[in-house]
Nanobody
Framework: VQLQASGGGLVQAGGSLRLSCAVS????????MGWFRQAPGKEREFVAT????????YLADSVKGRFTISRDNAKNTVFLQMNSLKPEDTAVYYC??????????????WGPGTLVTVSS
């Protein structure tokens, strides 16, 4: 199984980025997907998750109203739309694949991460 996140970069506070995570090696539509992030010197934290069909979504309180998770099962890709970015959103963002949507780290496969830097 391979997960490859992309779309990270440097953005000013208040700006937007859209992360993508392409999955290969599994029947993508059968699995939940999650996004996590790890800021420098901090532990990895949950950001968002989505069920296999896309009907169930959970977002961390810190990103509700600003971030949106979605998926395109025909393209084996999950997205994280990030709006109104803040400097505290700076982190390496990881996508993960697992059997069910959960806010815990109980995912079976993880991608290598993509860096998001938000300047003030």
């Amino acid at each position: 199984v391979q997960l490859q996140a992309s779309g990270g970069g440097l953005v000013q506070a208040g700006g937007s980025l859209r992360l993508s995570c392409a999955v290969s090696g599994r029947t993508f539509s059968s699995y939940a997907m999650g996004w996590f992030r790890q800021a420098p010197g901090k532990e990895r934290e949950f950001v968002a998750t989505i069920s296999p069909s896309g009907s169930i979504k959970y977002l961390a309180d810190s990103v509700k109203g600003r971030f949106t998770i979605s998926r395109d099962n025909a393209k084996n890709t999950v997205f994280l739309q990030m709006n109104s970015l803040k400097p505290e959103d700076t982190a390496v963002y990881y996508c993960a694949l697992g059997p069910r949507p959960t806010t815990s780290s109980r995912y079976d496969y993880w991608g290598p991460g993509t860096l998001v830097t938000v300047s003030s």
